[in-house]
């Protein structure tokens, strides 16, 4: 009887030292798998922002260097590749690179892609991929974001310090803003009627009216040096996170524009995403090879709930409603890959 015992309780024992060790191997609760893109070359396929549509569960990747947009159904991970858009060679004689498609933000039944190599914006049907009006600018886009209220694209041109505003069905250039600093990052405030966007160089963040067009407010996050980059929104806690390039920062534009909060990430960040549902913080930081997932509470402070290895180069994710983030790639990955995190079921 005694036998049975200490048996018992060995086992007991073994069975808990084994859950604690796989706890061990695995404490993120997150699985990371790659899923390869066409058309790579030797150098990887340059990525920039990604765009995720929930209406059709589509993540969208324009693939710069490839002259293509990629769409990846996000419940299968099946990628469409969708050619033919301008791209080519740029740069001095010491840093030239094959650019094209860069930018993609989301509009209602439309996607709207920005491409570095002729400077244009193009319209696409969500769901047919039908190409619609197109637009060539004289500076380069980087950013774009759909604007529902007034059914506009605005889009950063920080090569001339610019914001440009076309009319979101014919893509005619409405406005002009000329600012400072350069335009980096943005976030559609609906609810406020505001655009916020930073001034890298100036480490700045600013608020300006969509209707005015006026720079209402601005706010220093003190990211350093590097400035600040990329930017997502709680809209309806009125609570701007801010991507630094080593951390994480949450501003109270609801009220002061006060840093309430910050979280670091490892170095390497540009942009980040922020589930609204879950209140999850997803930022990717390409020097680190890691990403920090972190939950914003309802009094703007953010607590980090996962540091998941991923891979250098990694950065700028967009998260699809199944709570799987897609991370495309910097320079730094030489990769053709996307980075996948999903929680485990």
């Known amino acids: ?33 790659m899923l390869p893109l066409p058309g790579a070359s030797a150098a990887g396929i340059s990525m920039d922002y990604l765009g995720y549509d929930p209406s059709t569960n589509s993540v969208w990747v324009p693939a710069g260097n490839t002259g293509s947009v990629d769409v990846i159904d996000a419940a299968t991970n099946k990628v469409t590749q969708l050619t033919g858009f301008p791209s080519g060679e740029m740069g001095s004689a010491t840093r030239k690179r094959i650019v094209g498609p860069s930018s993609v933000t989301i509009g209602k039944g439309t996607v709207y892609i920005g491409d570095r190599f002729d400077s244009s914006v193009n319209a696409l049907d969500a769901r047919t991929h039908k190409r619609g009006a197109s637009v060539k600018l004289d500076s380069m886009p980087d950013g774009l974001a759909y604007v529902a209220s007034t059914n506009e694209v605005w889009v950063t041109t920080p090569r001339d310090k610019t914001i440009r505003i076309l009319d979101a069905t014919t893509l005619v250039q409405k406005e002009k803003l000329t600012f400072e600093g350069n335009p980096e990052g943005f976030a559609v405030d609906e609810t406020r009627g505001r655009f916020y966007t930073n001034m890298e160089d100036k480490d700045l963040t600013l608020a300006i009216d969509l209707k005015s067009r006026k720079t209402v407010s601005s706010w220093k996050p003190a990211c350093g040096e590097d400035g600040p980059h990329g930017i997502k929104l709680d809209e309806k806690g009125g609570y701007l996170m801010v991507a630094c390039s080593t951390k994480t920062e949450v501003l109270d534009v609801g009220k002061s524009g ?14 980040l995403d922020y589930a609204s ?4 913080v997803y930022v990717g930081a390409a020097k680190a090879g890691e990403l920090t997932i972190a939950h914003l509470d309802a009094a703007g402070k953010l607590t980090v709930v996962a540091k998941v290895p991923t891979h250098t180069g990694a950065r700028n994710g967009v998260v699809a409603k199944s709570g799987t983030l897609f991370l495309g790639h910097s320079g730094l990955g030489s990769l053709s890959d996307l980075v996948v995190v999903a929680p485990k079921k």
């Not at 015992?5 to 695995?26: H, N």
């Not at 549902?277 to 999850?280: C, R, T």
């Open 1 to 33: 009887m005694q036998n049975r015992r200490l048996g018992l309780l060995l086992f007991t024992l073994l069975t808990v030292v084994l859950a604690l060790s796989l706890q061990a191997a695995d404490p993120t609760g997150y699985t990371v798998t």
């Open 258 to 271: 006060a840093v309430l909060s910050s979280v670091d990430t490892g170095d390497g960040v540009d942009d």
């Open 277 to 280: 549902a879950s209140h999850l």
